[in-house]
């Protein structure tokens, strides 16, 4: 079986050999993106020499980038656990030209590297380019020799990249593999194209134009590509199996789970194995890149993260601090391809073990409110707001954690009564009322949440059903 690790390499070596400048993974705090809350692409680093603010390092480069999404635009965090295909950190590959080759070039190496480096069965393969791009087309009959069946036009916003609303755009063209019958889902622009037989493994951009204030667009003269690969999804793929949490890492993340939490991840329990397994490796890559837990910003995204992991471990039976304790388990299977993660290990355990000890001294006692307050509910109900503002100010429930909770129970929280007590609260401690001090921290996530929210920037695609933060 092929491994992430070596799947990782294989991608970057075959750029290398393709004239592409090995890069080594962005921080992933933007260092040049005040606007963003982390890197959500592999573009992103790359983001001022595509505008033409900076000289590229070389003509073409290639990287394996580290990505989360869990927050702003871009938020998986709701899907994790539940679909088989997101995480709120993963690895994203990419080749990337400046200027050199475009779309012909672009389309070969994808499918060279699919089908022969890879060895991807052809018919397993289908490809959506954008409504008007027949360029990209043809060029997909030529290469792949795809009948227009295999080559899903999706119209206007969807299939059509942006940075912003001025700036370099164009194109995208989007490869999915065939999961086959037996899982739910149909292709890319069905209605139910959000299942999962369908899984979207690699997104090339095609940046051609560019928009100009008030709405003319003029072509680049040196047009770009950036593509992007999730590595979870490709080897997932590659090792054959169908959900993202089957590879080879996670497995091993899972099974050091089910040591020390005793017990084994099936039925109901998987959902908590995969979401810790996810939310350790974003938590332990947010905190080697300078974020700790606080309660703003970037630190409150990262403390919502860890405490949804550790109610799925207290979920498991976790009494005291485990989560840390998986972290020579993360090491093991990544540490030696971002070794960032080996240096900032003591930093790792100590905020991961300090976060849990400090949730668990109020975790229970919250449980027990909600449930004690959805006791009378019924399934499609919603929690008064009141009730999840108690939640978050005396127990330290971010508000997505109490909507992660209800989630398996079929009910929801109000929102609009959430945010009226809050505001509540803020008044009144305006005029000298007591304040705990975590409402202050849901005022600011929904601050970061909002302003994160309205930057254009996004990633690819503009079809983000899910994340709705
Ligand atoms: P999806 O439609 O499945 O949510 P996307 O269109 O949002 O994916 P892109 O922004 O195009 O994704 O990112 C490029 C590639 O990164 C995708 O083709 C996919 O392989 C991978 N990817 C995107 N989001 C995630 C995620 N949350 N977890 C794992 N891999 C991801
Ligand atoms: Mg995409
Ligand atoms: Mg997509
Ligand atoms: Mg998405």
């Not at 449930?371 to 499609?380: C, H, I, P, V």
Request: with cysteine.
């Amino acid at each position: 079986m092929t491994s992430v690790n070596d799947i990782r390499e294989g991608y970057l070596s075959f750029f290398e050999k393709k004239g592409h400048a090995r890069q080594p993974s962005a921080p992933l705090i933007p260092q040049n993106d005040p606007t963003l809350l982390f890197v959500n692409a592999g573009m992103v680093p790359f983001k001022n020499i595509f505008t033409g603010a900076e000289t590229p390092p070389a003509p073409r480069a290639t990287t394996s980038q580290k990505c989360v999404r869990a927050g702003g635009k871009h938020n998986d965090l709701d899907n994790v656990g539940y679909t088989a295909r997101h995480h709120t950190f993963f690895e994203m590959l990419g080749n990337f030209s400046f200027g050199d080759y475009f779309k012909d070039e672009a389309i070969a190496f994808a499918w060279e590297l699919c089908t022969k480096e890879f060895g991807l069965d052809p018919a397993r393969l289908l490809v959506t380019v954008y409504a008007e791009d027949d360029e990209a087309a043809d060029i997909w009959k030529k290469v792949a020799g795809f009948n227009d069946s295999r080559i899903i036009r999706i119209g206007t916003s969807d299939n059509f990249w942006s940075m912003g609303d001025t700036g370099p755009c164009g194109p995208c063209s989007e490869i999915f593999f065939d999961h086959g019958e037996d899982v739910a889902g149909g292709p890319p622009g069905s209605p139910d194209e959000d299942g999962d037989r369908f899984i979207e493994i690699w997104n090339l951009v095609f940046m051609q134009f560019n928009q100009l204030a008030g709405g003319a667009r003029e072509n680049l003269p040196k047009p770009s590509i950036d593509t992007g690969m999730g590595l979870e999804r490709i080897a997932a793929v590659l090792q054959g199996v169908h959900n993202n949490y089957d590879i080879d890492l996670f497995r091993s993340l899972i099974a050091a789970e089910e040591d020390l939490y005793g017990s084994k991840a099936e039925g109901d329990k998987l959902a908590s194995f995969r979401v810790i397994a996810d939310h350790l490796r974003t938590a332990a890559f947010l905190i080697s890149d300078g974020v700790l837990p606080s309660n703003e910003g970037r630190g409150y995204v990262l403390r919502r993260i860890m405490r949804r992991a550790m109610r799925h471990g207290h979920l498991l039976g976790a009494r005291e601090p485990l989560m840390y304790k998986l972290t020579p388990a993360l090491i093991g299977e990544m540490g030696k391809a971002y070794p960032e993660l080996g240096r900032a290990k003591a930093a790792i355990e100590s905020a991961l073990e300090q976060e849990e000890a400090r949730f668990q001294r109020t975790l229970g006692n919250g449980l027990s409110l909600l449930d004690k307050e959805t006791e009378n509910m019924s399934a499609g109900d919603s929690l008064p707001g009141q009730v999840a503002f108690k939640l978050s100010d005396t127990y330290g429930f971010p508000l997505d954690l109490t909507q992660d909770i209800l989630r398996s129970r079929d009910m929801t929280v109000d929102v609009e009564g959430f945010e009226a007590a809050l505001e509540e609260q803020r008044a009144g401690s305006r005029v000298g009322g007591f304040s705990s001090g975590d409402q202050a921290t849901e005022e600011i996530w929904f601050r970061v949440r909002d302003e994160a929210g309205r930057t254009n920037f996004g990633g690819y695609s503009g079809t983000e059903g899910k994340g709705k933060l």
